[in-house]
Structures are given as C-alpha cells and as structure tokens.
C-alpha cells in the first residue's frame, strides 16, 4: 500500500500510480476496482472509456495559468465563455475554479479521479467534450450516469460533483474511488496546499493566498456525499 503524504496528494509525487494499457494512470489500489466497473457496466451494454485520469501538479498549472491570463477559454455553467480579462479579485478566481481546480488541489492529483463516457454510445471518432449536455436527458451518455447512479457505489465509486452545490459546477463525467478519496481528503488542508504553492508558484499567486482558506471550504472539501459505507 502506498502511503499517503503531502508529494501525493498535491500531485508532485507519481509513485503511488500504475498506468493502465490504454495509457492513462491511477492509483495503484483504483486499478482493480475501476477494471471491475468496466467489466459490470460492459455487461450491461456500456463501453466505460477514460478521458482524464491523473494529473500532475504541472499539468494543472499549465491549465491554470492559460486561463488566468485569458490564453484558454473560461466556460461559464451554460457552456458560454467568460472574458476573464474583464474580471478581477476573487470573481477571477470563481470564474476558473467552476471547472478547474487550483493546482495542487484537484482530486485528479490522487489518482482516485477519472472522467469518463460511454463508447458505445457514439460514433467511433466521437470526440466526447465532458459538456452536461452530453449527460442529460437526450444526451449520448445519459444511460451510463443513470446505470453510476445505481452501481457506482458497488464497486466503491461515486460522483463527488453530481449536482451544484456552489462551488465546482456539476460534473456528471467526473467518478471518484471514495474508499481511497475520503483519506486523501482528510489528509487534505489548507497548510498542505500553501506549502505546496510556495515551492510551486502560479500565476496571480498573491491573489490566490489571500483566498486560500475559502478556495479550500467551497471546491475542495464541498462535494456530495460519498457512500456511507466502503464496498
């Protein structure tokens, strides 16, 4: 078992992870537990397939950084984009945090974290854009966020952003290991990602440490809860 420690949950370290034959890597305890889900919903009628799983600390400070300085789009929850040049102080901030997470604090880091759709559902060179609408009622993946809401649980997965609870905007895509996620969260606090941050700087950093306590409470630790017991 790989310890937890603050390298790992701030996604500095990669020791904790195994790479999967489709080339995206999670934990190594995440492997099996994932492979067996697949293998459920397969049976069901679904193709699982992964379009994010782990992410380095440098991965999402170059996604950071290119939406701060307005280089990549910034989407509000109606999928319009933001101009966030336009804006200032902590409404810049909430403005990126609805859909990516601070570096050094996305669960993504952990590797308990993987987005996901269902191949079987679209063409085979359907590029799938992690968009609510792909999830929702007339959505192509409609079938499998209501086939997670009903077994995710069984394997030890869930859906920390199913509804929007004013922090990150709902992510129906977005399917966690709870067992290993709920003690990296615990594990989790504000110091750890301030010491992070200072080895690590972003931009507007200045900004981001006056608000780091509240960026913490609201996208880090806000999320649905998580089964009530492991599987």
Partial sequence: MTAINNDM???ISEQHLATRPDGFMLH?????PFADLCQAAKTAGFDIKIVSAFRSYSRQAAIWNAKITGQRPVLNQLGGTIDITQLSGKAKLDAILLYSALPGASRHHWGTECDIYDAAAVPEQYKPQLLPSEYAAQGPFYRLQQWLVQHAAD???????????GGVAAEPWHLSYWPLA????ASFNVEVLRQCLKRHPIEQQPL????LKDIVALYVQNICPPPLTRP
């Fill in 9 to 11: 949950l701030t996604g």
């Fill in 28 to 32: 190594q305890q995440v492997v099996q």
């Fill in 208 to 211: 981001v440490m006056t608000h």
């Fill in 182 to 185: 709920n003690d990296c969260l």
């Fill in 155 to 165: 394997f030890g997965f869930f859906l920390p952003y199913a509804t929007y609870q």
